[in-house]
């Protein structure tokens, strides 16, 4: 069985389940982070990420090559993937959708909260809890009853779900990815929107809110969630599009539910991968690209390798790093803030003095009794000069030959301004909490 065909593993084969299992480990580190600070969307994003390359990584090592043979018939592997096949199609669009609309509440000032009640937050939780795995609950329970076979299983791809051709099947199933990756496109053009309208405000709305963000976590998590849905989108799309081209024909429970309906059907595909397989491990690096290089990021490996006990072979590990926001630019604008404020109490100090002289001098010439130094006298160190009459200070003053007296020099104002965040507008009754 089997001779004459060649059943030797294709790059394809050899380099997806590499990739995969890179795509979980690198999705770690952000997991990690968010889970910490209990961004629901976020965190159920990387749920559906992690788990889609949990099973493109399983099934390429189970079924690399196309000697059906030899293959394994997946009984209760294929049960749960296939329905989590479209858990993953709803809730990664769901996800996504509710980290958009969570940022756009955000920006929204009309109905900016500085501080929330433990009930409104276990409501906002309980929102996006709905958004994220509510739906794809719904999906993975209708899916049976358009089931028309067991499963499926592809060379490399594994298992596979098999769905009716007919209205019903679009309609309980196959139109939630793309109606939640619609809404998500509205929420993403809704944050754009507000982010060019209250750009002068951006950072004021951010500290107001009662979202634990900043500007960088802000952005990374906004561009992360667009980029992905630039790749879930069309997607999306396109599976809707085949589904609706194919000839479609009256739903039927006999028929679909028919006595070969526990069959389960192999198919070799010449070692080629199904185009969504790429998909799914691309979205675990873009993840990572986002949210597994930043600051909070590195201290976390920092942390990891000096728990490791690395730090006796690499004492630098052990070093703190440089605070967020420093670079050559803030240093040297610290340089030159210290120059000016020295300058200044130079200057002042300067001033002070004149101006205790001229005091004295003043007093001395109106009891005529003023003095300049006498090096020969050290005993009279001044002797008497006749006082200066209010007409000779006039004349003196607005001569040309006089010389003019420096005024100090403010060097240090304008290289340290700060911005101090600040609540905007009344706080709104309603109280809904904008976490992401």
Same mark, same amino acid.
């Given at each position: 069985?089997?001779?004459?065909?060649?059943?030797?593993?294709?790059?394809?084969?050899?380099?997806?389940?590499?990739?995969?299992?890179?795509?979980?480990?690198?999705?770690?580190?952000?997991?990690?982070?968010?889970?910490?600070?209990?961004?629901?969307?976020?965190?159920?994003?990387?749920?559906?990420?992690?788990?889609?390359?949990?099973?493109?990584?399983?099934?390429?090592?189970?079924?690399?090559?196309?000697?059906?043979?030899?293959?394994?018939?997946?009984?209760?592997?294929?049960?749960?993937?296939?329905?989590?096949?479209?858990?993953?199609?709803?809730?990664?669009?769901?996800?996504?959708?509710?980290?958009?609309?969570?940022?756009?509440?955000?920006?929204?000032?009309?109905?900016?909260?500085?501080?929330?009640?433990?009930?409104?937050?276990? /409501?906002?939780?309980?929102?996006?809890?709905?958004?994220?795995?509510?739906?794809?609950?719904?999906?993975?329970?209708?899916?049976?009853?358009?089931?028309?076979?067991?499963?499926?299983?592809?060379?490399?791809?594994?298992?596979?779900?098999?769905?009716?051709?007919?209205?019903?099947?679009?309609?309980?199933?196959?139109?939630?990815?793309?109606?939640?990756?619609?809404?998500?496109?509205?929420?993403?053009?809704?944050?754009?929107?507000?982010?060019?309208?209250?750009?002068?405000?951006?950072?004021?709305?951010?500290?107001?809110?009662?979202?634990?963000?900043?500007?960088?976590?802000?952005?990374?998590?906004?561009?992360?969630?667009?980029?992905?849905?630039?790749?879930?989108?069309?997607?999306?799309?396109?599976?809707?599009?085949?589904?609706?081209?194919?000839?479609?024909?009256?739903?039927?429970?006999?028929?679909?539910?028919?006595?070969?309906?526990?069959?389960?059907?192999?198919?070799?595909?010449?070692?080629?991968?199904?185009?969504?397989?790429?998909?799914?491990?691309?979205?675990?690096?873009?993840?990572?690209?986002?949210?597994?290089?930043?600051?909070?990021?590195?201290?976390?490996?920092?942390?990891?390798?000096?728990?490791?006990?690395?730090?006796?072979?690499?004492?630098?590990?052990?070093?703190?790093?440089?605070?967020?926001?420093?670079?050559?630019?803030?240093?040297?604008?610290?340089?030159?803030?210290?120059?000016?404020? /020295?300058?200044?109490?130079?200057?002042?100090?300067?001033?002070?003095?004149?101006?205790?002289?001229?005091?004295?001098?003043?007093?001395?010439?109106?009891?005529?009794?003023?003095?300049?130094?006498?090096?020969?006298?050290?005993?009279?160190?001044?002797?008497?000069?006749?006082?200066?009459?209010?007409?000779?200070?006039?004349?003196?003053?607005?001569?040309?030959?006089?010389? /003019?007296?420096?005024?100090?020099?403010?060097?240090?104002?304008?290289?340290?301004?700060?911005?101090?965040?600040?609540?905007?507008?009344?706080?709104?009754?309603?109280?809904?909490?904008? /976490?992401?």
């Amino acid at each position: 069985m089997g001779f004459g065909f060649d059943y030797r593993r294709s790059a394809g084969a050899i380099a997806l389940p590499i990739l995969a299992i890179f795509s979980i480990v690198l999705v770690v580190p952000p997991g990690i982070w968010h889970v910490k600070n209990r961004n629901v969307g976020a965190c159920s994003l990387l749920f559906w990420i992690t788990l889609a390359n949990l099973f493109v990584f399983m099934n390429a090592l189970i079924w690399p090559t196309d000697n059906i043979g030899s293959w394994w018939r997946g009984y209760g592997l294929c049960d749960v993937q296939v329905k989590l096949t479209w858990g993953f199609a709803a809730g990664s669009a769901g996800s996504i959708a509710c980290i958009m609309r969570n940022l756009a509440r955000v920006m929204d000032v009309d109905r900016a909260v500085v501080r929330t009640t433990q009930a409104q937050r276990r /409501r906002q939780t309980i929102v996006d809890l709905l958004w994220c795995f509510g739906c794809p609950i719904y999906v993975m329970s209708v899916d049976y009853i358009v089931q028309t076979y067991r499963y499926y299983i592809f060379t490399v791809a594994g298992c596979t779900p098999a769905i009716d051709s007919s209205w019903l099947a679009i309609v309980l199933v196959i139109i939630w990815g793309p109606i939640f990756c619609l809404l998500a496109a509205f929420y993403c053009v809704l944050v754009i929107i507000r982010l060019h309208k209250y750009r002068k405000q951006f950072l004021q709305i951010l500290s107001a809110s009662s979202a634990n963000l900043n500007k960088s976590r802000f952005m990374r998590l906004f561009f992360m969630s667009l980029m992905l849905l630039l790749v879930l989108l069309p997607v999306q799309f396109y599976v809707l599009a085949v589904n609706l081209s194919y000839p479609h024909r009256p739903y039927s429970w006999k028929a679909v539910h028919s006595p070969d309906w526990g069959r389960v059907i192999m198919i070799p595909t010449g070692g080629q991968v199904a185009f969504d397989r790429w998909i799914r491990v691309s979205c675990g690096f873009l993840v990572f690209v986002f949210f597994g290089t930043g600051n909070e990021a590195i201290s976390m490996y920092r942390k990891w390798l000096l728990a490791l006990g690395l730090g006796r072979w690499f004492p630098s590990l052990a070093q703190s790093r440089r605070r967020p926001g420093y670079s050559k630019s803030t240093a040297s604008k610290s340089r030159w803030s210290s120059l000016g404020g /020295r300058a200044k109490e130079l200057f002042s100090r300067a001033g002070s003095q004149t101006a205790t002289t001229v005091k004295s001098l003043n007093r001395a010439s109106s009891d005529g009794t003023a003095t300049s130094p006498s090096p020969s006298d050290p005993e009279k160190a001044f002797e008497r000069v006749p006082p200066v009459t209010e007409m000779e200070m006039q004349t003196a003053s607005t001569s040309h030959n006089h010389p /003019r007296a420096l005024e100090p020099l403010d060097l240090g104002t304008s290289f340290h301004e700060e911005e101090h965040a600040f609540p905007l507008g009344p706080v709104s009754r309603n109280g809904d909490d904008a /976490r992401v």
